[in-house]
């Protein structure tokens, strides 16, 4: 079993940047998804163990970048040019299936962290 630990989320105005992090010891595939309230969780982003893999969901393309140091077993997630209707709980998740950047199926789940965006 994994442990995911999320952290830097937090409060900020529409058009700011935050950097989320994810600490996962192990080698896996890493991806960022979201949640708001009433709706469905969502893909955000994801990226292979070694790197050279990324994808992203359309309505964060070209403002979120995902990344990680595995010298410092974390993934990072950059989100710029952030809007209100980015706010959510957003969670990361890991897979045993280090070489893919998949959009689903990820077997260990980290306990969120907030994120909202105000206008």
């Known amino acids: 079993q994994v442990q995911l630990v999320e952290s830097g989320g937090g409060l900020v105005q529409a058009g700011g940047s935050l950097r989320l992090s994810c600490a996962a010891s192990?080698?896996?595939?890493m991806g960022w998804f979201r949640q708001a309230p009433g709706k469905e969780r969502e893909f955000v982003a994801a990226?292979?163990?070694?790197?050279?893999?990324?994808n992203y969901a359309d309505s964060v393309l070209g403002r979120f970048t995902i990344s990680r140091d595995n010298d410092k077993n974390t993934v990072y997630l950059q989100m710029n040019s952030l809007k209100p209707e980015d706010t959510a709980v957003y969670y990361c998740?890991?897979?045993?299936?280090?070489?893919?950047?998949?959009?689903?199926?990820?077997?260990?789940w980290g306990q969120g962290t907030q994120v909202t965006v105000t206008s």
């Open positions: 990226i292979s163990w070694s790197g050279g893999t990324t």
């Open positions: 192990g080698r896996y595939a």
């Open positions: 998740a890991a897979d045993r299936s280090i070489s893919t950047a998949k959009r689903s199926g990820y077997e260990y």
